[in-house]
């Protein structure tokens, strides 16, 4: 019976640290990097060799835990806030001790530099920058206006430049389709700053909504959603009327059906959904990589 109670114990814990570390994100993110080196740094019918090339996998994992890193520091930091605006889960994830989540953050990070430096020195030092980066955004970047959601959104996508930096990539066309996966990800950190406003007015947290208000951090995503027309355009000059071309001006037309949303919400349950119809865009976006052969 007391191996049962212990089972029980340790797949909570187990649970909690999976919602930690936003198991979710980091599966989308290994895809991503997946989804990349086959079908756009590579001939897709030679896949083989990527099974057998230790420092790609190297490179995915030790993005995968720098990034489970940097969401245990950033919910260390940011856990006053978390128990207004998402108290549940937040609870949830403190079946473990803070204590435990920091020995988990320093031995995530290590392992992720590690990693790095297991393929080469550069990508040692791009995953030691990374990691502090993503340390230095909890302390300190993530509270200031404007530059917190910036930082936030690049950070997300900074990741595919270590295997971008492996393969020497120059490739104008996915930089730049990689900038409208960018501007996603920005306008989908101001709307969870929407859907948080209540715990930062309480706790005097400069986010965006908290400081200028809902009208004009609406405006600043109608602005921000207007500039997605730059990425589209280019992409459809360089490429024409092509696969990518339309799947691109799929996602543009999303995101100005979501931008038409956001104009009317008004509760924390409408940003809510919101958001999560930006996280499909970005998974559609992620899932578009192999449109780009």
Known sequence: MALRRRDKILIFKLSALLSL???YNIFF?????YLAVLFVLNDPHDWKWLLLDFRVHAIVFASL???AAGYIINNFYDLERDLINRPDKTLYEKILRQSTTLRLYFLFATIGVLLGASVSFN???FFAAFNFALWFYSHKLKKITFLGNLMAAVLSITPFFAIFLYFHLRDLLILTYVSFILLVIFIREIVKDLEALKGDVI??????PATLGLKRTKWIVAFFTMTGLIPVAAIFYKVGF???GYYLALGLAGLF???GLLAFAEKKEHFHYLNYLYRIMIIGGIVGLAFLT
């Open 123 to 125: 990508v040692f030092l």
């Open 21 to 23: 570390v936003r198991w």
């Open 203 to 208: 706790l005097g947290y400069p986010s965006l």
């Open 242 to 244: 092509t696969a990518i």
């Open 29 to 33: 993110l290994a895809l991503a990097q």
């Open 257 to 259: 059906f979501s931008a």
């Open 65 to 67: 835990f720098s990034v």
